[in-house]
Structures are given as structure tokens and as C-alpha cells.
């Protein structure tokens, strides 16, 4: 039910048997990885699941150095090109099993393409964390949203909530508050994670209410969504701990903004090492604990702790020089 239309330039591709090097992922670290990559002539194949990765969903990036204002779909695409331009090879699947042989590794995907490659780079970036309460799944596409930007338009003069307390729920509810009636900015504190300026912002708009510190219990409706059951949460030494009290409110949608969680399982399936949290853990050189994978952008330890697109570009290209360098030495 999106109304964002993202042009990806991928056509159908001609896929080599074997590679110096697989992505996986094609967002900004994977693009920024193989646009370096191939500089140094390194037979290079990208192999995503979606292309552009969660920056496509962004209204505006500011804060790319050189491009002052561009949509998130726009400098996705941009990527994406730049990365066709220097010829290398994208394929979009989801891959199953990343196994080690004695020259490299045997990529597997979903679909059961093989290929060979002699490295690796992880770019898979991240997800958006789930409720986990009932009616989130049934409800999906019919008023439970992850993305403001490309859903906000249908909640004209509609009644939405928006869950969170990040600088993404505060962005959401501004955007809806745009087309909807009422936005009802629910969060589990009473006090926000966002940016002031962003909570200064939504404090002074008439169009949407904060309702703290709730949490949701339920996604209720017919056909679709109709009401939520929230419950009261009181905050005891930094923790949020559910009171029992428990109140419904009618909406006709709700944008679930409550955080990313890491795109990590094929890494863990490879045996790949990641922190408590399940990010990849790499070096200053992007390595990885398995000899010939590497990992870069927002999947990994280092990224996470920023999520700046600046950032994951300059892990990509740092991750393929090291591939460069790792496979120079194997020679
Ligand atoms: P975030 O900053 O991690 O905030 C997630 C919010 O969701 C927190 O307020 C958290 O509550 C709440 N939450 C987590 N799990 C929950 C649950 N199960 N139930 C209810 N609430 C829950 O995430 P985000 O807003 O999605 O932002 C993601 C990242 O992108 C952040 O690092 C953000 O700064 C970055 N970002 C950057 C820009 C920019 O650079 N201009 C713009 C947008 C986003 P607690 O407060 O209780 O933990």
C-alpha cells in the first residue's frame, strides 16, 4: 500500500560463475563498497534483497556533504547508479547461506543460484523493530505502517498514531500531522530520545496530541485498524514497568516508529561474530572474525552507533579497499 515509488536501475543481469568479491546489500555502504571495489578492477557482484536500503524511505537528507537537499529515494538511486556506471553486476535476491570453501566462498540464494567468491562484504544494514503485539501482523498495509513518508497520504482527515520517541516517531507524526486530522504521538516515557528541536516542533503543533507514558497492548479492528489497547507504564530506575492500567483509543492507523533492529542473521549463519545487540562486530578495517568477510554500514557495531549515510559510504569504501589489500596478500 506505498505510495513512494522508488526507480531502481537494475535490469536483468548476466551473472558470472565466480567473483572477487559478493555484497550483500545494496544500500549506501554496499553501493559506496562497489563503486571502490571496482576502481580496483575487482570483478564485483551485488546480490539485495531490496535496493537502496531504509535511506529511500527518508524525506529529505540534509546532511550528505555536496548534496544539500535530495530525497532519500533520490540519493538511493544515485548510488545505485554510480555503482551500474562502473559495471558492477546487481542481482536482486535474497541470500540463503554464505559457505566457506578452500579458495573462498560458496554464495547461495534463496532462489538457488550459486555463485563462487573470494570475499565478502556484509552491507545488510537493518529492519524496523516490531511491536510484537497482536493484530501488528494482521493489520499490516491495512493502517499499520513503518514508514511515514510512504504512507502518510492515505490518513487524510483520519485519525493516526504514531509510536516512539526517536527522531523518526517525531519526524512521522510532523509529516501526518500534514494530512491527518489528529496524530496522537504515543511513547512509553515521559520524556523523548528526539532531538529538542524536533520535540519543540511537535509540542507547538495544534494537529497532534502526546500521550505518555503508554505502551500498546493491541491492534484492534474489523477490516482494518480501529482502536488500541495502550497501558500505562511508570518508568523505575530507568526502566519501564507496565501498571496493569489499561485504556483504548480509536484511530484509523498507526506508524510503528520505535526503533531498527540489525539485518544480522545470515552473518550469525555464517559465523560471523556480533555484539549483544546482534551487530556485526569488524575492526577498523572492516574485517570480520571469519578470514575474507567483511562487513560495513549500519549492520555493523561501529555504524549503528551513528546511522549516518556519510558514515556507512565511508565503511563500504574502507571495507573494499580491505578486500583489495586481503586479496593482494593471497596472491
Ligand atoms: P531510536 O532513536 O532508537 O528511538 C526508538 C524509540 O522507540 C525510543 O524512544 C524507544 O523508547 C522506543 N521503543 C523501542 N522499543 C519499543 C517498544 N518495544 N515499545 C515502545 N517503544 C519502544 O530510533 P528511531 O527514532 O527510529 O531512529 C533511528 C536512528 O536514526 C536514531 O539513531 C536516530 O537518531 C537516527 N536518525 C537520524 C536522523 C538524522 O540524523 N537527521 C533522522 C532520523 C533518524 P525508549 O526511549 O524508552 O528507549
Redesign the pocket.
Known sequence: MSLLTFQAPVEEEEIKEKYDLVIVGAGPAGCSAAIYARRFQLETLIVAKELGGLIVD?EIVD?YPGLPEIPGSELGNKFLEHAKKYMTNIIMEEVESIEKKESGFLVRTMDGKTVEARAIILATGEKH?K??VPGEEEFLGRGVSYCGLCDAPLFKDRVVAV???????F?DAQLLAKHAKKVILI???NW???DPIEVKRVKENSKIEILTPY??REIKGDMKVEKLLLEKTKEVGGE?IPTGELKEIEVDGIFV????VPNSELAKKSGVAVDERGYIIVDDFMRTNVEGIFAAGDVTDKGSKF??VVLAAAQGAIAAISVYNYLKSKE
Open positions: 527518508a546532511n523493530r511491536l510484537n509510536v516512539g520517541g526517536g527522531n523518526v516517531a519526524s511513547h512509553r516515557r523523548f530520545r528526539a505502551i500498546v519501564v516508529d520505535i526503533g531498527l546511522r549516518q
